[in-house]
């Protein structure tokens, strides 16, 4: 029979199927962090319980932790003690801690690839909406609630109804500056940010086949903002080539029997999906957001479109209210105060280097404030080893330290009430960069050349 | 057990009439530091119910006093974003037992199922139906019966099926979790994790 890469790696990991109830799937890979995992350590201790699989968990401290002076004790207690928790929840139960400064320290969905954890035709979960990001490698990966991060720990295991399948193919190629974030962003843009509610989806086409494992982490990363519980795409060389050598690849002869079995991984001739859209990369420009939700998305050269359009008018005039924006503005020159270059969308090297390669030679504009933060340590590395530092440097901006940062605004760094930034990150809902903050999402390209202008500027304009 | 057992919940109900209401909503992200599960309610829709200085804000339906119940009903693709389980933990200890939507985000459905939040999807031209029913009369009663699967309009006397698994009704009548059954499948995963090797 005919079965789609979603159905292999599903099947695969299913140890019981529930009549008229979830299955229940066996899971490879746990990430934790310090924001969804105490209240599930604190269940364990209620119930008595060990952690089953120690060494399938690996933790770190992302979303809370300051993103300047990282080697000081943090100043928020609350936070200081939630990263506390976790240190001290992984050394009571055996599970690797990547803390403050620790070399492998980052975005728990930006050190799981570059690692070699994340690996095809694994079941990865974490506490995290954007855990999708793995999807990348051709593993099933999916943000779950904390109540599911407790069965992970106690059981290695979670109980979910098996989801319907979409493919998205996307075919032909892309034009000039636009980046997988714009793929992305269009693609939100036409389902909607519910549209994929109930699906897993698989990425599939030329554009996704030519895209980098940086660029597919992008565009799996933002499913969630569709609805859809994950995205993936399948594995080839270029997957096997990122992995390769990493930590925790597989190594020699495992090496070997790793590549037959993702050899498999794809979808078969003839297998049926529940869903398909399909699109063409020359139709897709550089993209901006001007509502408050990531499908709320537009070229970045057209206005916003009219109320008409939305099937929900009450909502959508909520969200221009909120924004300042009107019906029919052109997005293009909005002046801007804030520029964010960082999160599990956006944080990764190559958009380090998106970046670099056009704000290189330029300044920064004076009225926008910038804040560059990488995906990881690792991350952090390269744009020093790779001369990307000095480069940002030269062009007045200043780099901060790993985190999640001002993506969700939980540790200091929040955009003021009432003002606009243009940010790679993934959600630009009401508050969620700060109470008050207006979110615009867009690429690392048009977060650069926004930065250099101080409005809304279509990169094609400044290359 | 992990949560009280759900059986009838007759209840007047609280509208939210906002599509796409996400989980930095519900619970915005800087009340998540907490490291014990407690107080969470009293930052549900904090940005919503209260303006910066901490004054609550009257049109917001939480803080109209002629909205109370145990019944949430929201607007359609409610709890998106975020996997945050702390956007139902505050609606459940603000109060909430049952929400009721013509459509739910994925995680937000199963975090609610698993501490025991009653998630009701309901047609489209049924939420209007009571979405109109609470307009014209902010004291009307609502009945949730699990066993038979119905959502009912006391006042009309109308009521519509909504769908929940075999399984997880059993769990919710029952106040079982899902940890409660997997503890009993310990050897079946242990058997499982040994012969699978990716």
Redesign the interface.
Known sequence: MANTLFDKVWD??V??K?????D?L?I?KHFIHE??S??AF??LKN?G?KV??PKRTFATAD??TPTLDQHLPIK?E??A??VK?LEKNCNEHGIDFWGLGHKKNGIVHVIGPENGIT?P??TIVC???HTSTHGAFGAIA???????V??VL????????K?KKMRINVDGELNRHVTPKDVALFIISKLS??GA??YFVEYSGRVFKEMSMEGRMTVCNLS?EM?A?GGMIAPDNKTYEYIKGKEYAPKDQEWD??IK?WSSLKTDEGAVFDKEYNFKGKDIEPMITYGT?PGMAIPISKSIPSSETSD?K??YK?ALDYMEFNEGDLMIGKKIDYVFLGSCTNGRIEDFRVFASLIKGKRKSDSVDAWLVPGSHKVLKSIKDEGILDILTDSGFKLREPGCSAC???NDDKIP?GKYAVSTTN?N????QG??ARTLLASPLVAAATAITGKITDPREII | MAYDKFEILKSTAVPLNIDNVDTDQIIPARFLKATERKGFGDNLFRDWRYNSDGKAIDSFPLNNTNYKGKILIAGKNFGCGSSREHAVWAIYDYGFRVVVSSFFADIFKNNCLNIGVLPIQVSDSFLLEIFSQINKNSESLFEVNLENQEFIIKELNKKEVFKISLYKKGNMSNGYDDIDYLLNKKEDISRFANKFIF
Do not use: W
Not at chain 1, 142 to 148: A, D, K
Not at chain 1, 154 to 161: E, G, R, V
């Open positions: 695969s990991h140890i019981e529930i009549e008229d109830g979830p229940v066996f490879d924001v969804t105490p209240v604190v269940g119930r319980l089953m699989y979303h809370n928020d609350l936070s003690l939630q928790t690996q035709g694994l506490g995290d909406s999916f943000g779950i609630g904390t109540s599911e407790e069965m106690a059981c290695q295991s979670i109980m979910q109804q989801p940010s519910s509610t109930g969630i609805g519980r029997k790793a079995y939700n929900s009450t909502s909520k969700l605004a939980m009430k959600r809902f009401e508050g969620r109470p008050g």
